[in-house]
Every structure is written in structure tokens, then in C-alpha cells.
């Protein structure tokens, strides 16, 4: 398949970004590494009539750190954060998550930021971002601002992005060196989208991610309390009555996968 015609525009700043999104006039989707939105492109489930290119704005692969938080760039790559690039304890839980992202071709291209803001439920930094915490830094019209991670994800493909805003970073917590991290997903072979996802953190507070759903990924609050009390373990049952009492639209398979992704999940984290 081949893209429906469109426009291509090479950006050179975030402010052209943001004034031709201002200014736009039918349907523009912003460009990062490709990953995401070229193959919709491609099957002609997305068809803008104009793609805004960042691949040469300055500003958007930056990775640092200052006290307990850490700054990374939108355009920063998979692959970037697979080599150990990010620092610490939140590096060393981002590289695995990012070595089990698709294939190398692919993660030398695609972005942190394009695969949150394209919002696809069973991608992985959606799930893994939110059980850091921590928030997405965005730019529009009315200047710069955060917004934190719990709740950006709304819906499939659906995040709290202004028609006139770009993401161009994330400020996440720099975990300490105890804090203990679990993830695990399922899927059909290695490579492949994931059917579920479970992404636990546990250091200064405890947080446990239900991803790869219909929807948007979302934390289980009684996990976490029970992750807080002092447990080290959850079986595939207790996990599945806990998420029965979520309205997630699971049938018995994927309530299954689920509850054995996140046992699995606090399973690693505590191995």
C-alpha cells in the first residue's frame, strides 16, 4: 500500500511547529521518527493532508539529569535508550522496556515521543511511562507547559494533546538505586505488539500499570496498595479478582493475560 497525497513540510523550529499547527487548515499530524504514523499512512488508516517533519528541529534529543529528575527529549530513539544511554536506576528499567520494542530497524527510527503521542494502546511507553510517573512536556499557542502522565493517554490513539500542541520532552523521576521494577508483556512472538502488558515500580511509592488494553493503560490501585503493605508476590488469581472489578471490557482470555502479566511483572521485580 502507498499513502493517500500529502503534503511534507520540514520544520526548523518548534515555533514553525506550532504556528502551522495554528494555522492549519484540514488535517496535520506531526512527524518524529516515523515509526507510528508512516505504516497508518501506508494502509490509509490515517490520511492527513499535512505532515509536519521535526527530524531536523534542534532542541528534542536531548537526555540529562539534575537532582532526582530526568529531562529526555521526544526525538530521543529507542535504540538510544536500548544502549543505556538514560541514566540510573529509571535507565537500566527503560532499557529493558526499549529492547523489546519491535525490531533494531525499527528502534534506531522510532521515538519516545512519537510513541506517546501517537497513543496506541498496545504500545510500550504509554504503559512503562506511566508506572514511572513523572510528566510529558508540551508547546502551543499559549507557551509551554506540563501535563502529568497519569491521565495523558485518554482513549485509543487518544491523549490530552491541544489541537495546537507538540510534545517535545518528558520530565521523569530519577529512581533510586533500591527501587525495584518489574515488566512483562505478552505477545505472539517476539517483535509483535504486545495482548498485555504488567509494569510494576516500587521505591518511594509503589505503582502497577494494566496495559496493552482497548483502551488507554491504566494503574491498579489495589495492587498498589498491596505492593505498599509489603507484599513480594501476587498470584495469577488474586491479580485476575482484582482486575474483574475493573471496567476494562476483558473477556476471560484477556483478563487472563493480564493477571498473568502483571504477576509476572511483580514476579521479575522482586526475582
Not at 529507542?78 to 535507565?91: C, K, L, Q, S
Not at 493517554?153 to 494533546?161: D, N, Y
Not at 508483556?185 to 516500587?202: H, L, M, S, T, Y
Not at 502497577?208 to 483502551?215: L, N
Request: proline share 4%.
Amino acid at each position: 500500500m502507498k499513502p493517500a497525497i500529502f503534503e511534507h513540510e520540514r520544520m526548523s523550529s518548534i515555533d514553525d511547529v506550532v504556528q502551522a499547527l495554528a494555522n492549519a487548515d484540514g488535517e496535520v499530524r506531526v512527524l518524529g521518527g516515523g515509526q507510528s504514523i508512516g505504516p497508518m499512512m501506508n494502509l490509509r488508516l490515517a490520511q492527513p493532508d499535512k505532515v509536519l517533519d521535526l527530524s531536523r528541529v534542534e532542541g528534542l534529543d536531548g537526555i540529562s539529569e539534575a537532582g532526582d529528575r530526568l529531562s529526555i527529549g521526544a526525538r530521543v530513539t529507542h535504540a538510544r535508550i536500548e544502549d543505556g544511554e538514560v541514566p540510573g536506576t529509571t535507565g537500566a528499567y527503560m532499557q529493558f522496556v526499549a529492547s523489546g520494542i519491535s525490531y533494531r530497524s525499527v528502534r534506531n527510527r522510532g521515538t519516545i515521543g512519537g510513541s506517546v503521542a501517537h497513543a496506541d494502546p498496545a504500545a510500550d511507553w504509554p504503559t512503562a511511562l506511566l508506572a514511572l510517573g513523572g510528566e510529558v512536556k508540551v508547546v502551543g499557542s499559549g507557551g509551554e507547559k506540563s501535563i502529568p502522565l497519569d491521565g495523558f493517554q485518554v482513549g485509543p490513539f487518544t491523549t490530552g494533546l491541544g489541537w495546537d500542541e507538540v510534545l517535545i520532552g518528558f520530565d521523569l523521576p530519577a529512581l533510586g538505586p533500591n527501587t525495584k521494577w518489574g515488566y512483562y508483556k505478552v505477545n505472539r512472538k517476539p517483535g509483535e505488539f504486545a495482548d498485555a502488558i504488567g509494569a510494576v515500580i516500587i521505591g518511594n511509592e509503589a505503582r502497577a500499570v494494566c496495559g496493552a488494553t482497548e483502551s488507554a493503560p491504566f494503574r491498579v490501585f489495589d495492587i498498589e496498595e498491596k505492593l505498599s503493605g509489603g507484599a513480594t508476590e501476587l498470584s495469577v488469581a488474586d491479580a485476575r479478582e482484582i482486575l474483574s472489578g475493573h471496567d476494562a471490557g476483558f473477556d476471560d482470555y484477556e483478563l487472563q493475560i493480564h493477571a498473568v502479566a502483571l504477576s509476572r511483572a511483580i514476579g521479575r521485580a522482586f526475582a
